[in-house]
Structures are given as C-alpha cells and as structure tokens.
C-alpha cells in the first residue's frame, strides 16, 4: 500500500475533477502517458508502477489488468473498452506476445 500511494499520490491529482478519462470511449493512451509523466519517471519509479498493475504477479501486464487502470488513478474511474485496452496494450507490447513486460 505504501508503493501505491508513493507511486500515485501525485498522478491521482492530476486526475481530479478531469472528464476526459472517464467518458467512456475517450480513453487515449498518449495523453495518458503525458498526464501521469511515466516518460519522466525514474526507471525504479515505472518499475515500481508495473508491479502494481501487474496483479497476478506474472510479471506481465495482461490485456485484463489493464481494463482496471484508471481506477489506480481516481475514484471514478471506469474499465476500459476492450478497444481502448487493446490500443493501450498495442503500445506497451515490444515484442508482440501480447502482454506488456517489466523491461
């Protein structure tokens, strides 16, 4: 619990009072990555991120951890769309396996 009020504490105000992110089908995954700053974040801080999405503890992220991703960021957040969780999966995905890696 520690690790994800350390690691959301501060992408969880940048959610607040925002519409967009909620509405359903209005998920777009470069504006997402661009409000959390995960670009920015430290290579132990993204690490850190992963391994609270990363559920099962696999050490992937799958295409169903990544439906609940914006309720880790606000209140109100809502499941992805399997469209909008497939686009942001597409984009995590190096390799083509279909799941999203720590590296």
Do not use: Q
């Not at 967009?20 to 290579?43: D, R, W």
């Not at 609940?68 to 209140?75: A, E, I």
Request: aromatic share 10%; with cysteine; glycine share 8%.
């Amino acid at each position: 619990r520690v690790c994800v009020d350390i690691c959301f504490s501060d992408f969880s105000e940048r959610f607040s009072g925002l519409s967009s992110p909620i509405a359903a089908e209005s998920f777009n995954y470069k504006k997402f990555f661009e409000m959390v700053g995960l670009k920015k974040k430290s290579p132990e801080d993204v690490k850190k991120v992963f391994h609270i999405l990363d559920k099962d503890r696999s050490g992937f992220i799958e295409e169903e951890e990544l439906k609940f991703v914006l309720k880790g960021f606000t209140p109100d957040g809502r499941d992805l769309s399997d469209k909008e969780t497939k686009a942001l999966l597409a984009a995590g995905d190096k390799d083509g396996d279909g799941k999203i890696g720590a590296d």
